[in-house]
């Protein structure tokens, strides 16, 4: 029962990263960049190296021993998934978080789980095998599931935007296009995880076991935070803020600037949990790890939305925004169980 094992730690992985912005909430006189700059520092940078450094045996042979041209590889793909995530950001400005989260998410769970098999030549042989109709109508009704959960975002905002009588400088034009752009390189990222795999072999060949993936995350998320820190000192210098990082301009409350730090860092690792726990599920997916991208992204998607409830976010919006919000939840849910049942078919079926 590996497979229902590793769906549990997708599940986990997903409910942190549903959670991780949720500390963005209570930061107080930070711009975008300080804030977003810090957490990406806990997340990109620090996490996957002292993880790596703990679960890892011999660290630094493993990567001494690795295909040089595998790392740049990971390394440079990671790079892309940066820019998809600066994209994803400029974007809720345009259309808001539930569109951009919809189109993007959407986008990233069907190439994200589709390109390495394809890239490999191995996509027709995949789709042959026991169960392989159920991951792909799994696939299929997380990308529609998805996309329900996003119209019904779009109506709840709707609904705050009439109740409140605000502008909110909603563009189309704008923001699809960066949905676009952030739905494919967010993509990216499966795949980069993908070419590692040989970094990944060797550090299991260390007896690295089920932490063997951690190794990759050393390199597609610094890749990852090259990006976002170039872009992050381009706002600093352009909005003179590089100084929030010394004092915070916030009266009457103690230490804000120690409790940003503390909510970026929070944020940094819950946000590293997704991949941590991805990684533990991965590796027990059997004959379908390729579906690990997709049963992510749509409990991401899940999660994130029953966090919102739990939240109260929903409270003002209309029955017929509320009724698409639980159509959404129910295809999501029996997305997951249909992927999940391909994946103990197709682990059925290698045991035989």
């Known amino acids: 029962m590996e497979v229902l094992t590793g769906v549990m730690y997708h599940a986990v992985g997903a409910s942190s990263a549903a959670l991780c912005y949720t500390p963005q909430k209570k930061v107080r006189g930070w711009s975008w960049q300080t804030y977003w700059l810090a957490q990406a520092l806990v997340c990109w940078l620090l996490m996957p190296v002292i993880v790596a450094w703990l679960t890892i045996p011999q660290l630094p042979a493993v990567i001494k021993e690795a295909p040089v041209e595998v790392l740049w590889k990971t390394f440079l793909l990671g790079m892309a998934y940066g820019v998809g995530g600066t994209a994803f950001g400029m974007a809720i400005r345009y259309v808001g978080f539930s569109l951009t989260y919809a189109i993007s998410v959407g986008i990233s769970c069907v190439l994200g789980t589709l390109i390495p098999p394809l890239v490999h030549g191995e996509l027709a042989a995949v789709f042959e095998k026991t169960g392989a109709g159920w991951v792909l109508t799994g696939i299929v009704l997380g990308a529609l599931g998805i996309a329900i959960c996003g119209v019904a975002g779009r109506g709840k905002e709707k609904d705050l935007e009439q109740a409140h009588a605000v502008n909110t400088g909603f563009s189309l034009a704008k923001g699809l296009p960066l949905c676009l752009l952030a739905g494919i390189l967010s993509a990216v990222y499966g795949f980069s995880l993908d070419q590692g795999k040989p970094i990944a072999d060797i550090a299991a060949s260390h007896g690295a076991g ?37 004092t915070v301009p916030v009266q009457g409350t103690a230490s804000p600037l120690f409790t940003n730090f503390a909510l970026a860092a929070l944020t940094g690792i819950l946000w590293y949990g997704q991949f941590f726990f991805y990684g533990l599920g991965h590796v027990r997916m059997g004959n379908y790890k390729f579906s690990s991208w997709a049963i992510h992204m749509i409990m991401l998607v899940l999660f994130s939305s029953i966090a919102g409830l739990l939240l109260k976010e929903w409270n003002t919006s209309s029955r017929a925004t509320k009724t698409k919000l639980a159509i959404a939840l129910i295809v999501l849910t029996v997305a997951v169980i249909v992927l999940t049942y391909g994946n103990y078919l197709g682990e059925a079926e290698s045991q035989h």
């Open 210 to 246: 089920n932490y063997q993936g951690n190794v990759v995350y050393i390199f597609s998320n610094s890749g990852a935070f090259l990006t976002t820190l170039l872009y992050c000192l381009y706002l600093h210098t352009k909005q003179k803020t590089f100084g929030e990082y010394r």
